[in-house]
């Protein structure tokens, strides 16, 4: 039982120090995070893509909304994690094209630690 406290303090104290953001920007448009002094950008995920209707990025081209880019995560961490200051394009130059025919949107998840 001391163990789980002093694990759920340890947790608890990461994430007292840490900021989350979200964000989500249309296709062509820029992402940009960045952290307060001393912090760096770890991305939880991303993703390329459309999986939403028009709540998001409204658009005629909304042929698929069961589309990503299976790599969106992985490309975001390694262009942004362990940066102040990351600003991703969400294009299909840097996720692909999981949807060609489909109006896409970037989504970020990410952490200041």
Same mark, same amino acid.
């Given at each position: 039982?001391?163990?789980?406290?002093?694990?759920?303090?340890?947790?608890?104290?990461?994430?007292?120090?840490? &900021?989350?953001?979200? +964000?989500?920007?249309?296709?062509? !448009?820029?992402? *940009?995070? /960045?952290?307060?002094?001393?912090?760096?950008?770890?991305?939880?995920?991303?993703?390329?893509?459309?999986?939403?209707?028009?709540?998001?990025?409204?658009?005629?081209?909304?042929?698929?909304?069961?589309?990503?880019?299976?790599?969106?995560? &992985?490309?975001?961490? +390694?262009?942004?994690?362990?940066? !102040?200051?990351? *600003?991703? /394009?969400?294009?299909?130059?840097?996720?692909?094209?999981?949807?060609?025919?489909?109006?896409?949107?970037?989504?970020?998840?990410?952490?200041?630690?």
């Amino acid at each position: 039982m001391v163990t789980y406290l002093i694990c759920l303090l340890v947790v608890v104290a990461c994430f007292a120090h840490s &900021a989350l953001g979200s +964000s989500i920007v249309c296709e062509g !448009s820029d992402i *940009c995070m /960045n952290c307060p002094p001393g912090t760096t950008i770890y991305v939880g995920s991303a993703i390329f893509g459309r999986t939403q209707g028009a709540a998001i990025c409204p658009s005629q081209q909304m042929f698929n909304t069961n589309c990503t880019s299976t790599t969106s995560t &992985a490309k975001a961490q +390694s262009l942004c994690n362990g940066q !102040s200051l990351c *600003c991703l /394009n969400a294009n299909i130059i840097v996720f692909g094209d999981p949807c060609p025919t489909t109006y896409k949107y970037l989504e970020v998840n990410f952490a200041c630690f």
